[in-house]
């Protein structure tokens, strides 16, 4: 049986915000900028080029090639500092601010999860925390690789999995916050097909007793 082509990590961010996004972009191959992605493309151009560095005794590569075979997932670290030791520590940079709200904000803690499994399974070093840089806000977050945040790197890679082999677009999130900044809102169109399913098509289209 052939295996099934690595996911991107990026994929794990995308379905952790909105499965339908994440079917948008990985499943149907569209993409669409808006200003929140332009923004996060100019806070990418600064750690996108590869390069490496010594710093206060931390190693630091920019735009690290990770995988990990036994997760099936391929992608790029936009930050990795290497303690003395060669303990990896990830830091993914993000547009906007620290302080964006918890549920939103545990999309991005996947991915830096992610990262991290894939420095492990490299290095063959444990690696129990990372950090999230958010530029408007010039400072990062702390995000401790906890066995929970781990188990949901797993179960979130089985459900793009499966979406990408059952080719079934998810329907739209029922939360208007993550619709509001989506760059795709246009494509998903989630309040004419809110509206379409609240349709009584029970009735004749021309029933004069309506």
Same mark, same amino acid.
């Given at each position: 049986?052939?295996?099934?082509?690595?996911?991107?990590?990026?994929?794990l961010q995308h379905w952790?915000?909105?499965?339908?996004?994440?079917? #948008?972009?990985?499943?149907?191959?569209?993409?669409? /900028?808006? #200003?929140?992605?332009?923004?996060?493309?100019?806070?990418?151009?600064?750690?996108?080029?590869?390069?490496?560095? =010594?710093?206060?005794?931390? &190693?630091?590569?920019?735009?690290?090639? #990770?995988?990990?075979?036994?997760?099936?997932?391929?992608?790029?670290? /936009?930050?990795?500092?290497? =303690?003395?030791?060669?303990?990896?520590?990830?830091?993914?940079?993000?547009?906007?601010? &620290?302080?964006?709200?918890?549920?939103?904000?545990?999309? /991005?803690?996947?991915?830096?999860?992610?990262?991290?499994?894939?420095?492990?399974?490299?290095t063959g070093r444990a690696?129990?925390?990372? $950090?999230?840089?958010?530029?408007?806000?010039r400072r990062r977050r702390?995000?401790?690789?906890?066995?929970?945040?781990?188990?949901?790197?797993? =179960?979130?890679?089985?459900?793009? &999995?499966?979406?990408?082999?059952?080719?079934?677009?998810?329907?739209?999130?029922?939360?208007?916050?993550?619709?509001?900044?989506?760059?795709?809102?246009?494509?998903?169109?989630?309040?004419?097909?809110?509206?379409?399913? $609240?349709?009584?098509?029970?009735?004749?289209?021309? /029933?004069?007793?309506?």
């Amino acid at each position: 049986m052939e295996e099934p082509d690595p996911l991107p990590l990026s994929a794990l961010q995308h379905w952790a915000y909105c499965p339908r996004q994440c079917g #948008l972009i990985h499943l149907e191959q569209a993409f669409d /900028d808006n #200003l929140h992605t332009q923004r996060g493309h100019a806070v990418h151009a600064l750690v996108d080029k590869p390069g490496v560095e =010594e710093r206060k005794g931390l &190693r630091i590569e920019r735009a690290l090639p #990770l995988w990990s075979d036994v997760l099936g997932l391929i992608g790029k670290a /936009d930050v990795v500092e290497f =303690e003395p030791d060669g303990t990896p520590y990830p830091v993914e940079y993000k547009h906007g601010s &620290r302080d964006k709200a918890a549920d939103i904000a545990a999309c /991005d803690d996947i991915q830096l999860a992610a990262q991290a499994l894939c420095l492990q399974s490299m290095t063959g070093r444990a690696v129990s925390e990372g $950090a999230l840089y958010y530029a408007s806000s010039r400072r990062r977050r702390i995000v401790p690789i906890t066995d929970a945040l781990r188990a949901q790197v797993v =179960e979130t890679a089985h459900a793009v &999995r499966a979406m990408l082999a059952s080719a079934t677009l998810p329907p739209p999130t029922q939360d208007v916050r993550r619709c509001k900044g989506c760059s795709l809102r246009e494509r998903c169109q989630p309040e004419a097909l809110a509206r379409l399913q $609240a349709a009584d098509f029970s009735r004749a289209p021309f /029933d004069p007793d309506a």
